[in-house]
T-cell receptor
Framework: GAVVSQHPSRVICKSGTSVKIECRSL??????MFWYRQFPKKSLMLMAT?????????EQGVEKDKFLINHASLTLSTLTVTSAHPEDSSFYIC???????????FGDGTRLSIL | EDKVVQSPLSLVVHEGDTVTLNCSYE??????LLWYKQEKKAPTFLFML????IEKKSGRLSSILDKKELFSILNITATQTGDSAVYLC????????????FGQGTRLTINP
């Protein structure tokens, strides 16, 4: 069965809208979750590491005020794309990992389209 | 800067052929190498390799890691059309949150 639940799977909205994406760990408590972005026919680029109960760690070049991450519980992390613009259109994927010896498992992703 | 390079970027073969996908990495304080298969949605986990020279197998798929030469291969024998996908490899460091650095992926197409 699924290890990670990501919602919604698809969002189409107007420019200027803020969009929230949820990532839930179903099988275990996850102190760390990861958020990736994937452009068409490109690989996954890590955006940020979400840490339960503390601030997220953002990768170089990722605007933390643009991509707000909240990890309020051991099973839920959210990514909010604030004031989205067409260039934010992309495939956003979260992942969770049980322990350092275990692989990351990915959600089904959210395809975001900003008109 | 940590880097993962996959080759070939694209591969088209006929059903029944055997394919070998390559992955080389340069990662500070390397911990493990992971292979994923991505079809239309998110990547699904295939293998996690930590030790050098030990082959991991799952059905027609197998993978091995060479920590001296800093590469890994993924083999698929008797390919089927359902094997068509993008195969991603990722290297994990022991530092920090032990995040993954992904390669560009190999797009594998199996023709009937």
């Amino acid at each position: 069965g699924a290890v990670v639940s990501q919602h919604p799977s698809r969002v189409i909205c107007k420019s200027g809208t803020s969009v929230k994406i949820e990532c839930r760990s179903l099988d275990f408590q996850a102190t760390t979750m990861f958020w990736y972005r994937q452009f068409p026919k490109k690989s996954l680029m890590l955006m940020a590491t979400s840490n339960e109960g503390s601030k997220a760690t953002y990768e170089q070049g990722v605007e933390k005020d643009k991509f707000l991450i909240n990890h309020a519980s051991l099973t839920l992390s959210t990514l909010t794309v604030t004031s989205a613009h067409p260039e934010d259109s992309s495939f956003y994927i979260c992942s969770v990992r049980g322990s350092v010896n275990q692989p990351q498992h990915f959600g089904d992703g959210t395809r975001l389209s900003i008109l | 800067e940590d880097k993962v390079v996959q080759s070939p970027l694209s591969l088209v073969v006929h059903e029944g052929d055997t394919v070998t996908l390559n992955c080389s990495y340069e990662v500070t304080n390397f911990r493990s190498l992971l292979w994923y298969k991505q079809e239309k949605k998110a990547p699904t986990f295939l293998f996690m390799l930590t030790s050098s020279g030990i082959e991991k197998k799952s059905g027609r798929l197998s993978s091995i890691l060479d920590k001296k030469e800093l590469f890994s291969i993924l083999n698929i024998t008797a390919t089927q059309t359902g094997d068509s996908a993008v195969y991603l490899c990722a290297a994990q460091s022991i530092q920090g949150a032990q995040k993954l650095v992904f390669g560009q992926g190999t797009r594998l197409t199996i023709n009937p």
